[in-house]
C-alpha cells in the first residue's frame, strides 16, 4: 500500500467560525541522516488538532529522532517543521514542552525544578507551583533534592515541569519506559488530563497497550518514514501495513 | 638531625605560641590568596561557563589555550606585572608595586586560567547533560550560564578551592611584585625562601608545616563537600 494511505483526511476550515481540525504543528519532506543513512526520509505530518498522538514502530524506526525534530531540537537536513506555516524557532519551542525518556532533572529540590521552568516562561504566580505539585501528587516531596526520588516520581516531576510551561503541544518521549505499572498508570492519568485540558500530546511509545488506552491517533514509522497514520481505533482493528502488522503481532523486525 | 629536631620543636612551639610574627605573615597570605581567589572567579567562572555552553569556530583552539594557560610560570607573570606596575610601565602611576594588591593582581593572572579551565570542564559536562532540556526550555545563553552554574556549584567550590591552594603556595611571582617586606609584603611562600637562604630554618618550618595543614585543610574541605554533594544528589 503506498505511503500515507491511511493519512486522516483533515477537514480544512469551512468558514470563519469553524476551528481547523489539523493542529498548527506540521512537517514537509523531513530528512535527517548520519553516516551517509536516511534517518527520517521525506516525513510529512500533520497531525489532529486535539487528542493524543502516539508514534509507534520498532526500535531504530527514528521515533525519538523525529520527536526532536518536531520540537526544534535538531535541525533537519531537508524539509521544514513548521507552526501554522511558521519555521519552528525558540519562540515556537517555547509554547511547546518535552519529557525525555530519562528524565533531565536539575540538581535542586523537588519545588526548585518547578520553579525553574514557571520561572522560564514566565509563569510564576503565587500557589501555581503547590497546584502543579499536587497535581502529579508530589507536594509531600517538595523539599527533597529532585535526583534522589524514584523513576517514577522523578518522571512525574518532569512532567508537572513540563506542564508549568503550559505547552500547547507536549511531545513525551517513552516517557513511562522501565516504570512500574503503578507509575505507568499515575503518568497515564497526568497525561490524559493534560489532553483533556486542551493540551495536544505527542508521544512515543513502545507499549502498544498504551498506545490502545491513551492514543486517539496513531503514527506508525518505519525505517524513517510514515507508512501509516490514521484513527487509533481503525490502525488497532485493522492496521494497513505488512510493517504494522507485524509489529501489533509481536514479531521481530528490523526497524532499520 | 639534632639541628633538624630542634628547628621541628622551635616550630611547633612559634605555631602553639601564637607568635605574632608569624601570625601576621599568615595573615597577609590567606588575604592575598583569598582575594586572590575571589577576583579569579569572578574572572575565571563566566568565561568557563560561557565557552561550555558556547559552540563556535575555533572553539577548540581556545580550549587549548584556556588549558596551557593553567601551566603559566609564576616568574613570567610576576615579571609582566612588574614591568606594567614599575614605574616606568603603563600602570606605574598607581604606586602598586610591591603592595599586597600587586601581589593579588599577579596570583589573579596566575591563578584565573586555572579557575576558566577546570570550570570551563566541569560545566560543560553539566551542560550536555541539561542541553536539551535547555533546549526544551528556550533559555536563553544568560539564562543556561546562570543555571549551570548554580547547578554545578558543589564542583565549582571545589575548583575555587583548588585555585586557593595554587595561590597560596605560590612564591614566584609575589616575591617580584611583592619584594618579600617585611611587615608589608612577607607571606608565607616568600618568608621561607628568604629564612631558609639565610640559614633560620625554624621560623622556615613553622611556615612549612602551617603551609602543609593549610594544603590539607583545603583538601579535607574539598572531600567533604564532595561527600556533602552526594548525599544531597547534587553531585
Known amino acids: 500500500m503506498p505511503m500515507h494511505d491511511r493519512v486522516l483526511p483533515f477537514p480544512t476550515t469551512t468558514g470563519p467560525a469553524t476551528v481547523p481540525a489539523v493542529h498548527a504543528l506540521a512537517c514537509r519532506g523531513l530528512n535527517y541522516g548520519a553516516g551517509g543513512k536516511a534517518l527520517i526520509d521525506g516525513v510529512d505530518l500533520e497531525f489532529c488538532r486535539d487528542g493524543i498522538t502516539a508514534i509507534i514502530g520498532f526500535n531504530g524506526a527514528g521515533k525519538s529522532l523525529l520527536l526532536r525534530l518536531l520540537h526544534g531540537l535538531i535541525e533537519p537536513a531537508g524539509g521544514a517543521v513548521t507552526w501554522s506555516g511558521r519555521p519552528i524557532d525558540a519562540g515556537i519551542r517555547a509554547r511547546q514542552a518535552m519529557v525525555f525518556q530519562k528524565p533531565v532533572l536539575l540538581r535542586r529540590s523537588v519545588a526548585a525544578n518547578i520553579d525553574f521552568a514557571l520561572k522560564a516562561r514566565g509563569r510564576d504566580r503565587p500557589g501555581r507551583r503547590e497546584e502543579l505539585l499536587d497535581h502529579v501528587g508530589l507536594s509531600a516531596l517538595a523539599g527533597r533534592p529532585a535526583r534522589l526520588l524514584s523513576g517514577g516520581e522523578q518522571q512525574r516531576l518532569a512532567l508537572a515541569r513540563a506542564l508549568a510551561c503550559a505547552p500547547e503541544v507536549l511531545f513525551l518521549d517513552e516517557a513511562t519506559a522501565s516504570l512500574d505499572p503503578s507509575s505507568v498508570l499515575a503518568i497515564e492519568t497526568i497525561v490524559r488530563s493534560a489532553s483533556t485540558g486542551g493540551t495536544k500530546i505527542i508521544m512515543i511509545t513502545h507499549d502498544v497497550g498504551q498506545a490502545r488506552r491513551l492514543a486517539s491517533e496513531i503514527v506508525f514509522l518505519h525505517a524513517g518514514k510514515v507508512v501509516e497514520q490514521a484513527d487509533a481505533a481503525a490502525f488497532f482493528a485493522n492496521p494497513a501495513t505488512p510493517a504494522a502488522r507485524a509489529y501489533l503481532d509481536g514479531q521481530i523486525v528490523n526497524g532499520n | ?235
Open chain 2, 1 to 235: 638531625m639534632q639541628d633538624f629536631a630542634e628547628a621541628f620543636l622551635f616550630a611547633f612551639r612559634q605555631i602553639a605560641g601564637l607568635d605574632p610574627d608569624l601570625l601576621e605573615i599568615i595573615g597577609l597570605s590567606l588575604r592575598v590568596s583569598l582575594a586572590a581567589t575571589l577576583v579569579s572567579c569572578l574572572v575565571g567562572l563566566p568565561i568557563g561557563a560561557l565557552v561550555a555552553v558556547s559552540r563556535f569556530p575555533g572553539r577548540a583552539g581556545v580550549i587549548v589555550i584556556m588549558n596551557a594557560l593553567m601551566g603559566l610560570p609564576p616568574v613570567v607573570v610576576g615579571l609582566f606585572v612588574y614591568l606594567n606596575l614599575s614605574r616606568a610601565g603603563p600602570l606605574g602611576w598607581m604606586g602598586l608595586l610591591y603592595t599586597p594588591a600587586a601581589m593579588v593582581i599577579a596570583q589573579s593572572i596566575l591563578i584565573s586560567p586555572i579557575v576558566a579551565a577546570l570550570s570551563r570542564q566541569v560545566l560543560e559536562d553539566l551542560f550536555n547533560e541539561y542541553r536539551e532540556q535547555f533546549a526544551s526550555f528556550a533559555l536563553s545563553r544568560l539564562a543556561q550560564v546562570r543555571a549551570i552554574l548554580w547547578d554545578g556549584r558543589y564542583s565549582l567550590i571545589t575548583v575555587a578551592l583548588a585555585a586557593f591552594g595554587r595561590s597560596a603556595a605560590e612564591v614566584g611571582a609575589v616575591i617580584i611584585v611583592g619584594g618579600n617586606i617585611e611587615h608589608l609584603t612577607r607571606v608565607m611562600t616568600t618568608a621561607i625562601a628568604l629564612e631558609t637562604s639565610k640559614g633560620d630554618l625554624p621560623l622556615a618550618m613553622a611556615l612549612g608545616i602551617v603551609l602543609l595543614i593549610l594544603a590539607l585543610g583545603v583538601n579535607a574541605l574539598v572531600s567533604a563537600l564532595r561527600l556533602t554533594a552526594a548525599r544531597y544528589a547534587y553531585a
